[in-house]
């Protein structure tokens, strides 16, 4: 199998690159990032066919598409807050971009093709879990646009037969994950202060929770989609019901670093929504072979990978 990642230098596909490559049923994986969001070290070391351009740019996918059987669209923007200073660059990204990778995938006849969606989608539904088929109702630009991902690729399948699957992420974690910059997720933020013996800046009251889902496990199910060329007409979340505040985040990074974590509040971002927590039905029944890195575990390798890059002390011993 011969497989191209987009956004491959980012922290997801970074991850998913190094596991793919290996994956015995994986012959080839090809790259394309422009890097506006991933970086070039996060390839170092990786024998992947890198194309340096972005989505769209059409030469630039028809040279990364050429030969290839599968494709794992994660190029995007991502981050609310972005979203909310430049709407248009969130769209033409993750909207535009989605429908440009879609069509070069058409005319590439590629087989099997896995887009990157976001939990961010339900928006203001309150129910929880989050089931796929409830409404949804984006808060945020970003959240529209990814909107627009899923529902692109699903059309594709529905009007043209490219087989496709939308998977909605949940919040990803994990080793690789940027905390430098304005849009950084929280737990490489929490992580990186915590070590550095700093405040944790907290957002909000922290009783505001996640489901998050440790990078591995998402690596596993593309893997095992790409390998069974798993297709779906609905989107899937991509989550397994480990719902957790920020908190107990917290809480959890002090019982890993043996020591306590100051917090610092401060207003809640806008666009943010309280609460997520995932159905997971439909994502079990399609990976039943799936078992999830624990939150702590996941926690454990995040914590002891940026003491590595910062010289600091790890997490405690267990």
Request: with cysteine; charged share 20%.
């Amino acid at each position: 199998m011969r497989i191209l990642i987009t956004g491959g230098a980012g922290f997801i596909g970074a991850n998913l690159a190094r596991a793919a490559l290996a994956e015995p049923a994986v012959k080839e994986v090809s790259v394309l990032d422009d890097f506006s969001v991933g970086l070039r070290g996060n390839l170092d070391g990786l024998d992947v066919d890198l194309v340096e351009g972005s989505i769209l740019d059409p030469a630039a996918l028809d040279a990364a598409m050429a030969g290839r059987e599968a494709v794992v669209h994660l190029a995007a923007l991502p981050s609310v807050p972005r979203s909310l200073r430049d709407p248009l660059a969130s769209h033409h990204a993750n909207a535009t971009g989605t429908l440009m990778v879609l069509e070069a995938a058409r005319r590439h006849d590629v087989a099997h093709v896995l887009v990157a969606s976001s939990s961010s989608v339900y928006g203001m539904n309150p129910a929880l879990p989050k089931v796929e088929l409830t409404w949804t109702r984006p808060m945020s630009p970003y959240a529209a646009s990814k909107l627009a991902t899923e529902a692109y690729a699903l059309a594709h399948q529905a009007s043209f037969g490219l087989p496709t699957l939308a998977l909605r992420f949940f919040n990803v974690f994990g080793p690789g994950q940027r905390h430098d910059h304005a849009y950084a997720a929280v737990i490489p933020r929490f992580t990186h202060a915590a070590l550095r013996g700093e405040p944790v800046v907290v957002h909000g009251d922290g009783t505001q929770s996640r489901d998050f889902t440790y990078v591995g496990t998402v690596c596993e199910v593309i893997l095992d989609a790409l390998r069974r060329r798993v297709r779906h007409p609905h989107p899937v979340n991509l989550a397994f019901g480990a719902r957790a505040s920020l908190l107990q985040v917290l809480d959890e990074l002090e019982s890993l670093l043996g020591r306590p974590i100051a917090r610092e509040h401060v207003a809640p971002r806008t666009g943010d929504v309280p609460h997520s927590l995932a159905d997971d039905t439909t994502l079990r029944y399609l990976f039943p072979d799936v078992t999830p890195v624990a939150r702590e575990q996941g926690l454990r390798a995040t914590s002891e990978w940026m003491a590595g890059r910062l010289g600091t002390a790890p997490a405690a011993p267990r």
